[in-house]
């Protein structure tokens, strides 16, 4: 699975960030299924960079928009708005989901991006 997504960073919310996962947000057109993916970002120095990708609607955050988010592992937690983000989709790791509790999901979070470096470890 290779898919190719690009946008540009726009502002929203700021949930990620508040969770301590901030996000690249773009309105990217794509025909994958709602979840989490593991992939690679192109953003400003960024070149070919290890990402968790999130395609779909944040319920659990009350939101309404589905979008795509990025979060960049171990960049610095800036601001990138009007910067072109380009992602490459490589793997499924999980379907979205409506979690009970934001404490929930951010538990999940921490899954899905411990998840992610076993992924691009193995790489």
Same mark, same amino acid.
């Given at each position: 699975m290779k898919d190719e997504l690009r946008g540009i960073v726009q502002k929203y919310k700021g949930n990620g960030r508040q969770l301590g996962?901030?996000?690249?947000? &773009?309105?990217?057109?794509?025909?994958?299924?709602?979840?989490?993916?593991?992939?690679?970002?192109d953003l400003?120095?960024?070149?070919?960079?290890?990402?968790? &990708?999130? &395609?779909? $609607?944040?319920?659990?955050?009350?939101? $309404?928009i589905r979008r795509v988010e990025a979060h960049l592992l171990d960049i610095p937690d800036i601001?990138?708005?009007?910067?072109?983000?380009?992602?490459?989709?490589?793997?499924f790791h999980r379907s979205n989901q409506h979690f009970a509790?934001?404490?929930?999901?951010?538990?999940?979070?921490?899954?899905?991006a411990l998840a992610a470096r076993r992924f691009f470890g193995e790489k």
């Open positions: 996962y901030p996000t690249a947000n &773009i309105d990217s057109a794509t025909h994958l299924a709602d979840g989490v993916y593991f992939g690679y970002a400003q120095a960024y070149k070919n960079h290890p990402a968790l &990708i999130f &395609i779909g $609607t944040p319920v659990t955050m009350g939101d $309404t601001d990138y708005y009007g910067s072109e983000l380009l992602l490459t989709v490589e793997h509790s934001v404490a929930d999901l951010v538990e999940a979070m921490k899954d899905d």
